[in-house]
């Protein structure tokens, strides 16, 4: 193997033209060159090592081009443009150190954005002593917002050629400034895995940014006045402008904070974007994780959070109940919710409550009307298994008339599911264990059959005083069935089960005071009495529910 060895060599070029991958970035230049390094064998420093033992020095100056940058296409187009500014340098490296008094100063016309309007003249500049300093300006622009001011040091003097990224852990400094972008999505995809949220269009961003040892640090913030933002979550799609600031905040490691606060929106669902499901004001969605990029939508948590949201007719959610047997035909309500959620856009945990007023609905065959205050609690979630804990959830019913008639309002309910569960995989399936407190027994009874057709003794009770009662709940699209519903008071004991698929009822009912009983076979419109044995013929009717296995 031959050694090889450069003598001091000098290289100059006058009224040169250079250019990167076919873009022009100097005219008329005046270029000088002086280089050197020592006898060596090859395998001592191939090829990029060569650096680590060459004196060069190199001295430039010549008119810049305008660099180009137009994004109006599907595909963004770099160029260049003829200018008059400049660029000035005068370079020492020994041996993969810059020398202090180096210097490079680049003033560079910018033209970027949709058919590429002029941004401003950028002045670049870096400055070598003990360390490298690197500064950048553009001024302001009054038609854009555009601007920035950017001081920052690297440590040492060395150049890493073979590994550039070696540089990042020796940056500190500050960068100031602010921006007009075409699209601001790219703050979304940052922090969410799957497109459930975005920022949709462009806007102004404005930074200012502290870095310390090659990571942004506390203080470090990223604010957009004004954009556009989307959020589906649970199959809701809710959006309108927001206001979106972003920070990084003390934290082992330091945490990324992106605050969105939305003052006016409007929700749909997914599928129906034109429909209403509610709309409201001051939803805030606040997205966290760790700083350090490669983590930070790994480990990123969000929370989604609004208040009294106006719902303009419930009759809209028909969607969500999907069975002919329960029905909602109208009423307002307003609408809470906070939830949290991962990158994927799923929930973990959550509450949604639900105040309603002048509720209008039909279920079992009965009309009603009232209000209602739903406290909706997701307390665990198993996404990969699609398995939802609602146990805590609660009804109240307030005001109800059943059937229209007003001698009947004031009746009120309650209900608390003991335990709760969501299979969400096909097939979708809920079910449930309550605990209910009800006014009276009488939309019990109503269910089964007409005031007018019970015993005459059954009618002094039903509206007997306050009913304690448990039962078993099984809802599937199109089908909901109701098992050991079992409800009691100082002088009633009921047993009841019902099951309704479509428009079809079928049930039985078991009623006992003292010692009367009566008993009631509901079949589509067809009901049959039991007056003798009525608790031996319930108890050999079959369950529409298998039992249920008791809570661990």
């Not at 193997?1 to 005046?30: C, N, R, W």
């Not at 010549?62 to 994004?71: E, N, P």
């Not at 809470?336 to 639900?354: F, K, P």
């Not at 309603?356 to 909706?376: F, Y």
Request: glycine share 10%; proline share 5%; aromatic share 6%.
């Amino acid at each position: 193997m031959t050694p090889s060895e450069l003598f001091d060599s000098t290289a100059g070029f006058e009224q040169a033209t250079i250019t990167y991958d076919g873009v022009k970035l100097l005219d008329e230049a005046h270029l000088a060159a002086r280089f050197h390094y020592p006898r060596h064998y090859r395998d001592e420093a191939p090829g990029l090592r060569k650096f680590g033992i060459t004196f060069a020095q190199l001295q430039v100056d010549g008119r810049s081009q305008a660099i180009k940058i137009d994004t109006a296409g599907p595909h963004v187009k770099v160029g260049s443009v003829p200018a008059e500014a400049r660029l000035t340098a005068d370079v020492v490296m020994d041996r993969g150190l810059l020398q202090p008094g180096s210097r490079v100063v680049w003033r560079v016309p910018v033209h970027a954005g949709v058919h590429a309007p002029d941004r401003g003249l950028l002045s670049l500049q870096l400055d070598v002593a003990q360390d490298m300093r690197v500064q950048a300006r553009l001024p302001r622009d009054p038609e854009t917002g555009s601007e920035l001011h950017a001081d920052l040091r690297i440590t040492g003097r060395k150049i890493p050629f073979e590994a550039p990224a070696e540089l990042l852990p020796r940056l500190s400094g500050q960068v100031r400034g602010a921006w007009r972008f075409e699209s601001l999505n790219w703050i979304a995809d940052l922090f969410v895995r799957k497109p459930w949220f975005k920022l949709e269009g462009g806007g102004l961003l404005q930074g200012d940014l502290r870095i310390a040892d090659g990571q942004l640090a506390p203080g470090s913030t990223l604010e957009v006045p004004q954009v556009a933002a989307i959020a589906e979550v649970a199959g809701v799609r809710m959006q309108g402008d927001a206001h979106a600031l972003g920070r990084i905040v003390n934290g082992a490691p330091p945490q990324a904070e992106l605050k969105v606060d939305i003052p006016t929106f409007r929700a749909a669902p997914s599928d129906a974007p034109k429909a209403v499901l509610f709309d409201g004001k001051a939803l805030a969605l606040t997205l966290r994780g760790d700083a350090r990029l490669q983590q930070l939508r790994d480990g990123m948590r969000a929370q989604l959070r609004f208040n009294d949201a106006r719902v303009p007719d419930l009759s809209a959610y028909n969607r969500y109940v999907g069975n002919d047997n329960v029905r909602l035909l109208g009423g307002t309500a307003l609408l809470s919710g906070d939830v949290t959620l991962d990158a994927a856009g799923r929930v973990g945990q959550g509450r949604a409550d639900l105040r309603g007023t002048g509720a209008r609905m039909q279920a079992a065959g009965l009309s009603l009307r009232g209000d209602a205050q739903v406290k909706a609690r997701l307390q665990r979630a198993d996404f990969d298994a699609g398995q939802f804990d609602l146990g805590g959830t609660t009804l109240s019913l307030r005001n109800v008339q059943v059937d229209g008639d007003a001698a009947k309002g004031g009746w009120w309910g309650e209900v608390d599911l003991r335990s709760g569960h969501i299979q969400s995989e096909a097939p979708f399936q809920v079910d449930a264990r309550a605990d209910l407190r009800l006014r009276d027994a009488g939309p019990l009874l109503g269910i089964y059959a007409e005031r007018s057709q019970y015993p005459r003794w059954v009618l002094g009770l039903l509206d007997s005083g306050e009913v304690q009662a448990s039962g078993q709940l099984r809802w599937r699209r199109e089908h909901l069935a109701v098992d050991d519903l079992q409800a009691e008071n100082a002088r009633l004991s009921l047993r009841a089960r019902l099951d309704m698929e479509q428009a079809q009822r079928r049930g039985d009912l078991y009623l006992r005071w003292g010692l009367l009983g009566a008993g009631i076979e509901l079949d589509g419109g067809k009901r049959t009495w039991h007056l003798s044995g009525a608790r031996d013929w319930y108890d050999s009717r079959p369950r529409v529910l298998p039992e249920a296995k008791p809570a661990p």
